[in-house]
């Protein structure tokens, strides 16, 4: 279980010799679960690279990471292996689904590695998204923001203690992000989860956000 997350003096490698504005770049900040942010930043700030770095993908940054006091440039494969089943869930902004494979197939990849959902329970988070007749489809043939709520849906398909969402409604309408909303509130409340949510203007409808600015 992660309780809490440190950012001490993070700075993005290709940022190197700049002093870039905002609360995060090169300050003390930290992140502690059970809490609700709101990263809010242009683009090409870094907003991307954040959820990143948090989520171990790269590495490329000054400063040091810390989860509850242990720096992460010290865990092994087999934590961030570890982790990233039952710590740390993400939504990347380019979602990554693979094309070729059906929206259940894209969600199983996820879900049966702790096997945190039934198969009936995906079907009625994709119902709630609107989406439960193209369960059968290939991600290939949905639309952006049929993706988007897709990846929304496998993001939640595990045990998290923070859930990192990279701009996760840029491709839905008002009416969609609420549901979205109101489901990664319920499922992050369930688990006592701390949410981090980057956005570049349109965010998720989540009313109590500590705001940060990147």
């Known amino acids: 279980m992660i309780e809490k997350i440190e ?116 079907h009625a988070l994709l119902e709630e998204m609107e989406i439960d007749d193209k369960s059968g489809s290939p991600a290939a043939l949905l639309s952006i923001g049929q993706q988007q709520r897709v990846a929304l849906v496998r993001a939640l398909c595990q045990p998290f203690d923070f859930l990192l969402l990279d701009e996760p409604v840029s491709h839905l309408d008002s009416r969609n992000n609420m549901r979205a909303a109101a489901m990664v509130e319920r499922e992050a409340r369930a688990q006592g989860a701390g949410v981090i949510v980057t956005s570049v203007g349109n965010h998720l409808a989540i009313n109590d956000f500590t705001p940060i600015k990147l």
């Open 7 to 122: 950012l001490k003096g993070l700075l993005p490698r290709v940022f190197s010799g700049t002093r870039p504005g905002g609360e995060v770049w090169l300050h003390d900040i930290e992140f502690v679960r059970g809490t609700r942010y709101l990263v809010e930043a242009a683009s090409g700030t870094g907003k991307s690279s954040l959820c990143s770095f948090i989520y171990g993908n790269r590495r490329d940054f000054e400063g040091t990471i810390l989860f509850d006091g242990r720096d992460v440039s010290r865990l092994s494969i087999e934590d961030w292996c570890r982790l990233r089943c039952r710590s740390l869930g993400i939504l990347p902004q380019e979602m990554r689904l693979f094309p070729e494979l059906t929206v259940m197939e894209n969600i199983q990849l996820k879900n049966r590695l702790t096997d945190y959902k039934s198969e009936a329970q995906i």
